[in-house]
T-cell receptor, first 111, second 112 residues
Framework: KNEVEQSPQNLTAQEGEFITINCSYS?????LHWLQQHPGGGIVSLFM???GKKKHGRLIATINIQEKHSSLHITASHPRDSAVYIC?????????????FGKGTLLTVNP | DGGITQSPKYLFRKEGQNVTLSCEQN?????MYWYRQDPGQGLRLIYY???????QKGDIAEGYSVSREKKESFPLTVTSAQKNPTAFYLC???????????FGPGTRLLVL
């Protein structure tokens, strides 16, 4: 069983719509990351959070530690937001930490 | 301009051949990572290094080797022992473990 589950797998929206992508995890974590992967393959880190909520421009990330759940919201979506959005959790691994990644959510925003 | 570079963008490997993927960063980061991405799967950790001259195996290290002789460089060798090497390989770095990771553009490895 994958420790990080994302939903939906695929999401198609019209420009201007409010987008929500969900991430659930099954174990205790030290932090959760949201990443964006563009069609060319490059990955950009959007947020790292361990509690509450963070906002950057039109992007908002929230996390509920008790429910082991995080959401990524995009307000006023635009075609340039089309990408794969990846949730990753930071887990203790021996005396170190490592990221465990979800499979990603493919978002397509149509004009 | 600070960042991470990977080369080449595309790499072709013949059967039985070792190939080396380059990863360089000028962000002065101590930690560096190699991930493999396959279609329909999340990224998986191959190797990571917290500091120069030290590295640890990740979840799928078999058939791969790394070195960390310089802080800015963390090359990955895909050996002939890796029976299914076709994948997209991503290098990343961070100031320290637990911090935000910065990713390179990736290298796509194909087997001829």
């Amino acid at each position: 069983k994958n420790e990080v589950e994302q939903s939906p797998q695929n999401l198609t929206a019209q420009e201007g719509e409010f987008i929500t992508i969900n991430c659930s995890y099954s174990v205790g974590i030290s932090a959760l990351h949201w990443l964006q992967q563009h069609p060319g393959g490059g990955i950009v880190s959007l947020f790292m959070l361990s509690s509450g909520k963070k906002k950057h421009g039109r992007l908002i990330a929230t996390i509920n530690i008790q429910e082991k759940h995080s959401s990524l919201h995009i307000t006023a979506s635009h075609p340039r937001d089309s990408a794969v959005y990846i949730c990753a959790v930071s887990l203790e691994w021996g005396s170190n930490y490592k990221l465990t990644f979800g499979k990603g959510t493919l978002l397509t925003v149509n004009p | 301009d600070g960042g991470i570079t990977q080369s080449p963008k595309y790499l072709f490997r013949k059967e039985g051949q070792n190939v080396t993927l380059s990863c360089e960063q000028n962000l002065n980061h101590d930690a560096m990572y190699w991930y493999r991405q396959d279609p329909g799967q999340g990224l998986r950790l191959i190797y990571y290094s917290q500091i120069v001259n030290d590295f640890q195996k990740g979840d799928i290290a078999e058939g791969y080797s790394v070195s960390r002789e310089k802080k800015e460089s963390f090359p990955l060798t895909v050996t002939s022992a890796q029976k299914n090497p076709t994948a997209f390989y991503l290098c990343a770095s961070s100031i320290a473990q637990q911090e935000t990771q910065y990713f390179g553009p990736g290298t796509r490895l194909l087997v001829l």
